[in-house]
T-cell receptor
Framework: KAGVTQTPRYLIKTRGQQVTLSCSPI?????VSWYQQTPGQGLQFLFE???????NKGNFPGRFSGRQFSNSRSEMNVSTLELGDSALYLC??????????????FGPGTRLTVL | AQSVAQPEDQVNVAEGNPLTVKCTYS??????LFWYVQYPNRGLQFLLK??????LVKGSYGFEAEFNKSQTSFHLKKPSALVSDSALYFC?????????????FGRGTSLIVHP
């Protein structure tokens, strides 16, 4: 089975711009979660989508949004980028809900740099 | 609110020696506990999980973890460390069924295995 794929792998943007990141989960997985990883804050949960519905949301401002399509692929959007948004954004898929006993399978991440 | 603590930012061990990476948790109800490993420039990889039953859980690459309910701990162990085990290790907790609890990750422990 192919693993979780994320595109693009690297992205450089300037403050005020917006960005869209894409994630394709493992075939058959219905849950897609997004995380922000930074050296200072560690791994922070952004949101989870399950069968096209947002199931859980972390403590991030409304500039961070996402969606999931019928084929389980997911996109994450960040509007009005700030310098502090520079991070590795990880996508993870799981067979069932991430807030349960299901292990997650992570993609390689998208490294976002905001200048 | 649930939380995970990894009290050591870094663990150093000589190749061939046993290793332990510590994790304690706080959650209401029965926890689901996970260990993940992250190699440089990669996403996280699932190592093992505890759901219920036997307190000693065996996982990938010779790793195991012991669930201790009274001490609320889930330490990761390996009898004989390899240089290739050097990586960043994350402990995570999720809640048993009921409620919409997001998976919570510790801040990570850098394991360095010296030749």
């Amino acid at each position: 089975k192919a693993g979780v794929t994320q595109t693009p792998r690297y992205l450089i943007k300037t403050r005020g711009q917006q960005v869209t990141l894409s994630c394709s989960p493992i075939s058959g997985h219905r849950s897609v979660s997004w995380y922000q990883q930074t050296p200072g804050q560690g791994l922070q949960f952004l949101f989870e989508y399950f069968s096209e519905t947002q199931r859980n949301k972390g403590n991030f401002p409304g500039r961070f949004s996402g969606r999931q399509f019928s084929n389980s692929r997911s996109e994450m959007n960040v509007s009005t980028l700030e310098l502090g948004d520079s991070a590795l954004y990880l996508c993870a898929s799981s067979l069932g809900s991430a807030s349960s006993y299901n292990e997650q399978f992570f993609g390689p991440g998208t490294r976002l740099t905001v200048l | 609110a649930q939380s995970v603590a990894q009290p050591e930012d870094q663990v150093n061990v000589a190749e061939g020696n046993p290793l332990t990476v510590k994790c304690t948790y706080s959650v209401s109800g029965n926890p689901y506990l996970f260990w993940y490993v992250q190699y440089p420039n990669r996403g996280l990889q699932f190592l093992l999980k505890y759901i219920t039953g036997d307190n000693l859980v065996k996982g990938s690459y010779g790793f195991e973890a012991e669930f201790n309910k009274s001490q609320t701990s889930f330490h990761l162990k390996k009898p004989s460390a390899l240089v290739s085990d050097s990586a960043l290790y994350f402990c995570a907790v999720s809640r048993s069924s009921g409620g919409s609890y997001i998976p919570t990750f510790g801040r990570g422990t850098s394991l360095i295995v010296h030749p």
